[in-house]
T-cell receptor, first 110, second 113 residues
Framework: QQPVQSPQAVILREGEDAVINCSSS?????VHWYRQKHGEAPVFLMI?????EQKGHEKISASFNEKKQQSSLYLTASQLSYSGTYFC???????????FGTGTRLQVFP | NAGVTQTPKFQVLKTGQSMTLQCAQD?????MSWYRQDPGMGLRLIHY???????DQGEVPNGYNVSRSTTEDFPLRLLSAAPSQTSVYFC????????????FGSGTRLTVV
């Protein structure tokens, strides 16, 4: 039931792009994306509800392919402030639970 | 507007002791959840609630109890603490399913010795 995230870790230079993937074996009602910095609580980035939906937040955007039960988070022209661990969370149609993946650690260097 | 408030921030327990982690939100959110976070394990759902008087189990509910008597409060009780319950605990709340994301509290770091 837990969504699978890939890759587990990403190392970038400032200005480079990255893609983080999230997939589920179950039909998805929604996909959430959160960022957590070391020693802090997770912070909500965006939620995707409809198949094929894309949303954006600053230079961070995401897509949701309902048929494939997959979502991808796109980070473009990365900044040092993007460093942290990114989690996807998924909600099914017949459940009110938000279940998180194991996370992707992103490190951005100057 | 304080958001989600968790107390205490740090706690050390002896094996077998019981305690309650407090969580309160002032955003009139119906959905509230408790997660534990262990290194390399991500965020695992313990219990959740979709409104006052309604609670249900998550992925790892054993050893924990919850109740939801008001919309604002969602305490988590450890019945008999074990070293395996050493973790960081986060409370989170949301307005409704599919209507925005969850707001997290700052967490409680619990050590059981």
């Amino acid at each position: 039931q837990q969504p699978v995230q890939s890759p587990q870790a990403v190392i970038l230079r400032e200005g480079e792009d990255a893609v983080i993937n999230c997939s589920s074996s179950k039909a998805l009602y929604s996909v959430h994306w959160y960022r957590q910095k070391h020693g802090e609580a997770p912070v909500f980035l965006m939620i995707l509800l409809k198949g094929g939906e894309q949303k954006g937040h600053e230079k961070i955007s995401a897509s949701f392919n309902e048929k494939k039960q997959q979502s991808s988070l796109y980070l473009t022209a990365s900044q040092l402030s993007y460093s942290g661990t990114y989690f996807c969370g998924t909600e099914g149609y017949n459940t009110d639970k938000l279940i998180f993946g194991t996370g992707t650690r992103l490190q951005v260097f100057p | 507007n304080a958001g989600v408030t968790q107390t205490p921030k740090f706690q050390v327990l002896k094996t077998g002791q019981s305690m309650t982690l407090q969580c309160a939100q002032d955003m009139n959110h119906e959905y509230m959840s408790w997660y534990r976070q262990d290194p390399g394990m991500g965020l695992r759902l313990i219990h959740y609630s979709v409104g006052a008087g309604i609670t249900d189990q998550g992925e790892v509910p054993n050893g924990y109890n919850v109740s939801r008597s008001t919309t604002e409060d969602f305490p988590l009780r450890l019945l008999s603490a074990a070293p395996s319950q050493t973790s960081v605990y986060f409370c989170a709340s949301s307005y409704d399913k599919g209507r925005g994301g969850y707001t997290f509290g700052s967490g409680t770091r619990l050590t059981v010795v």
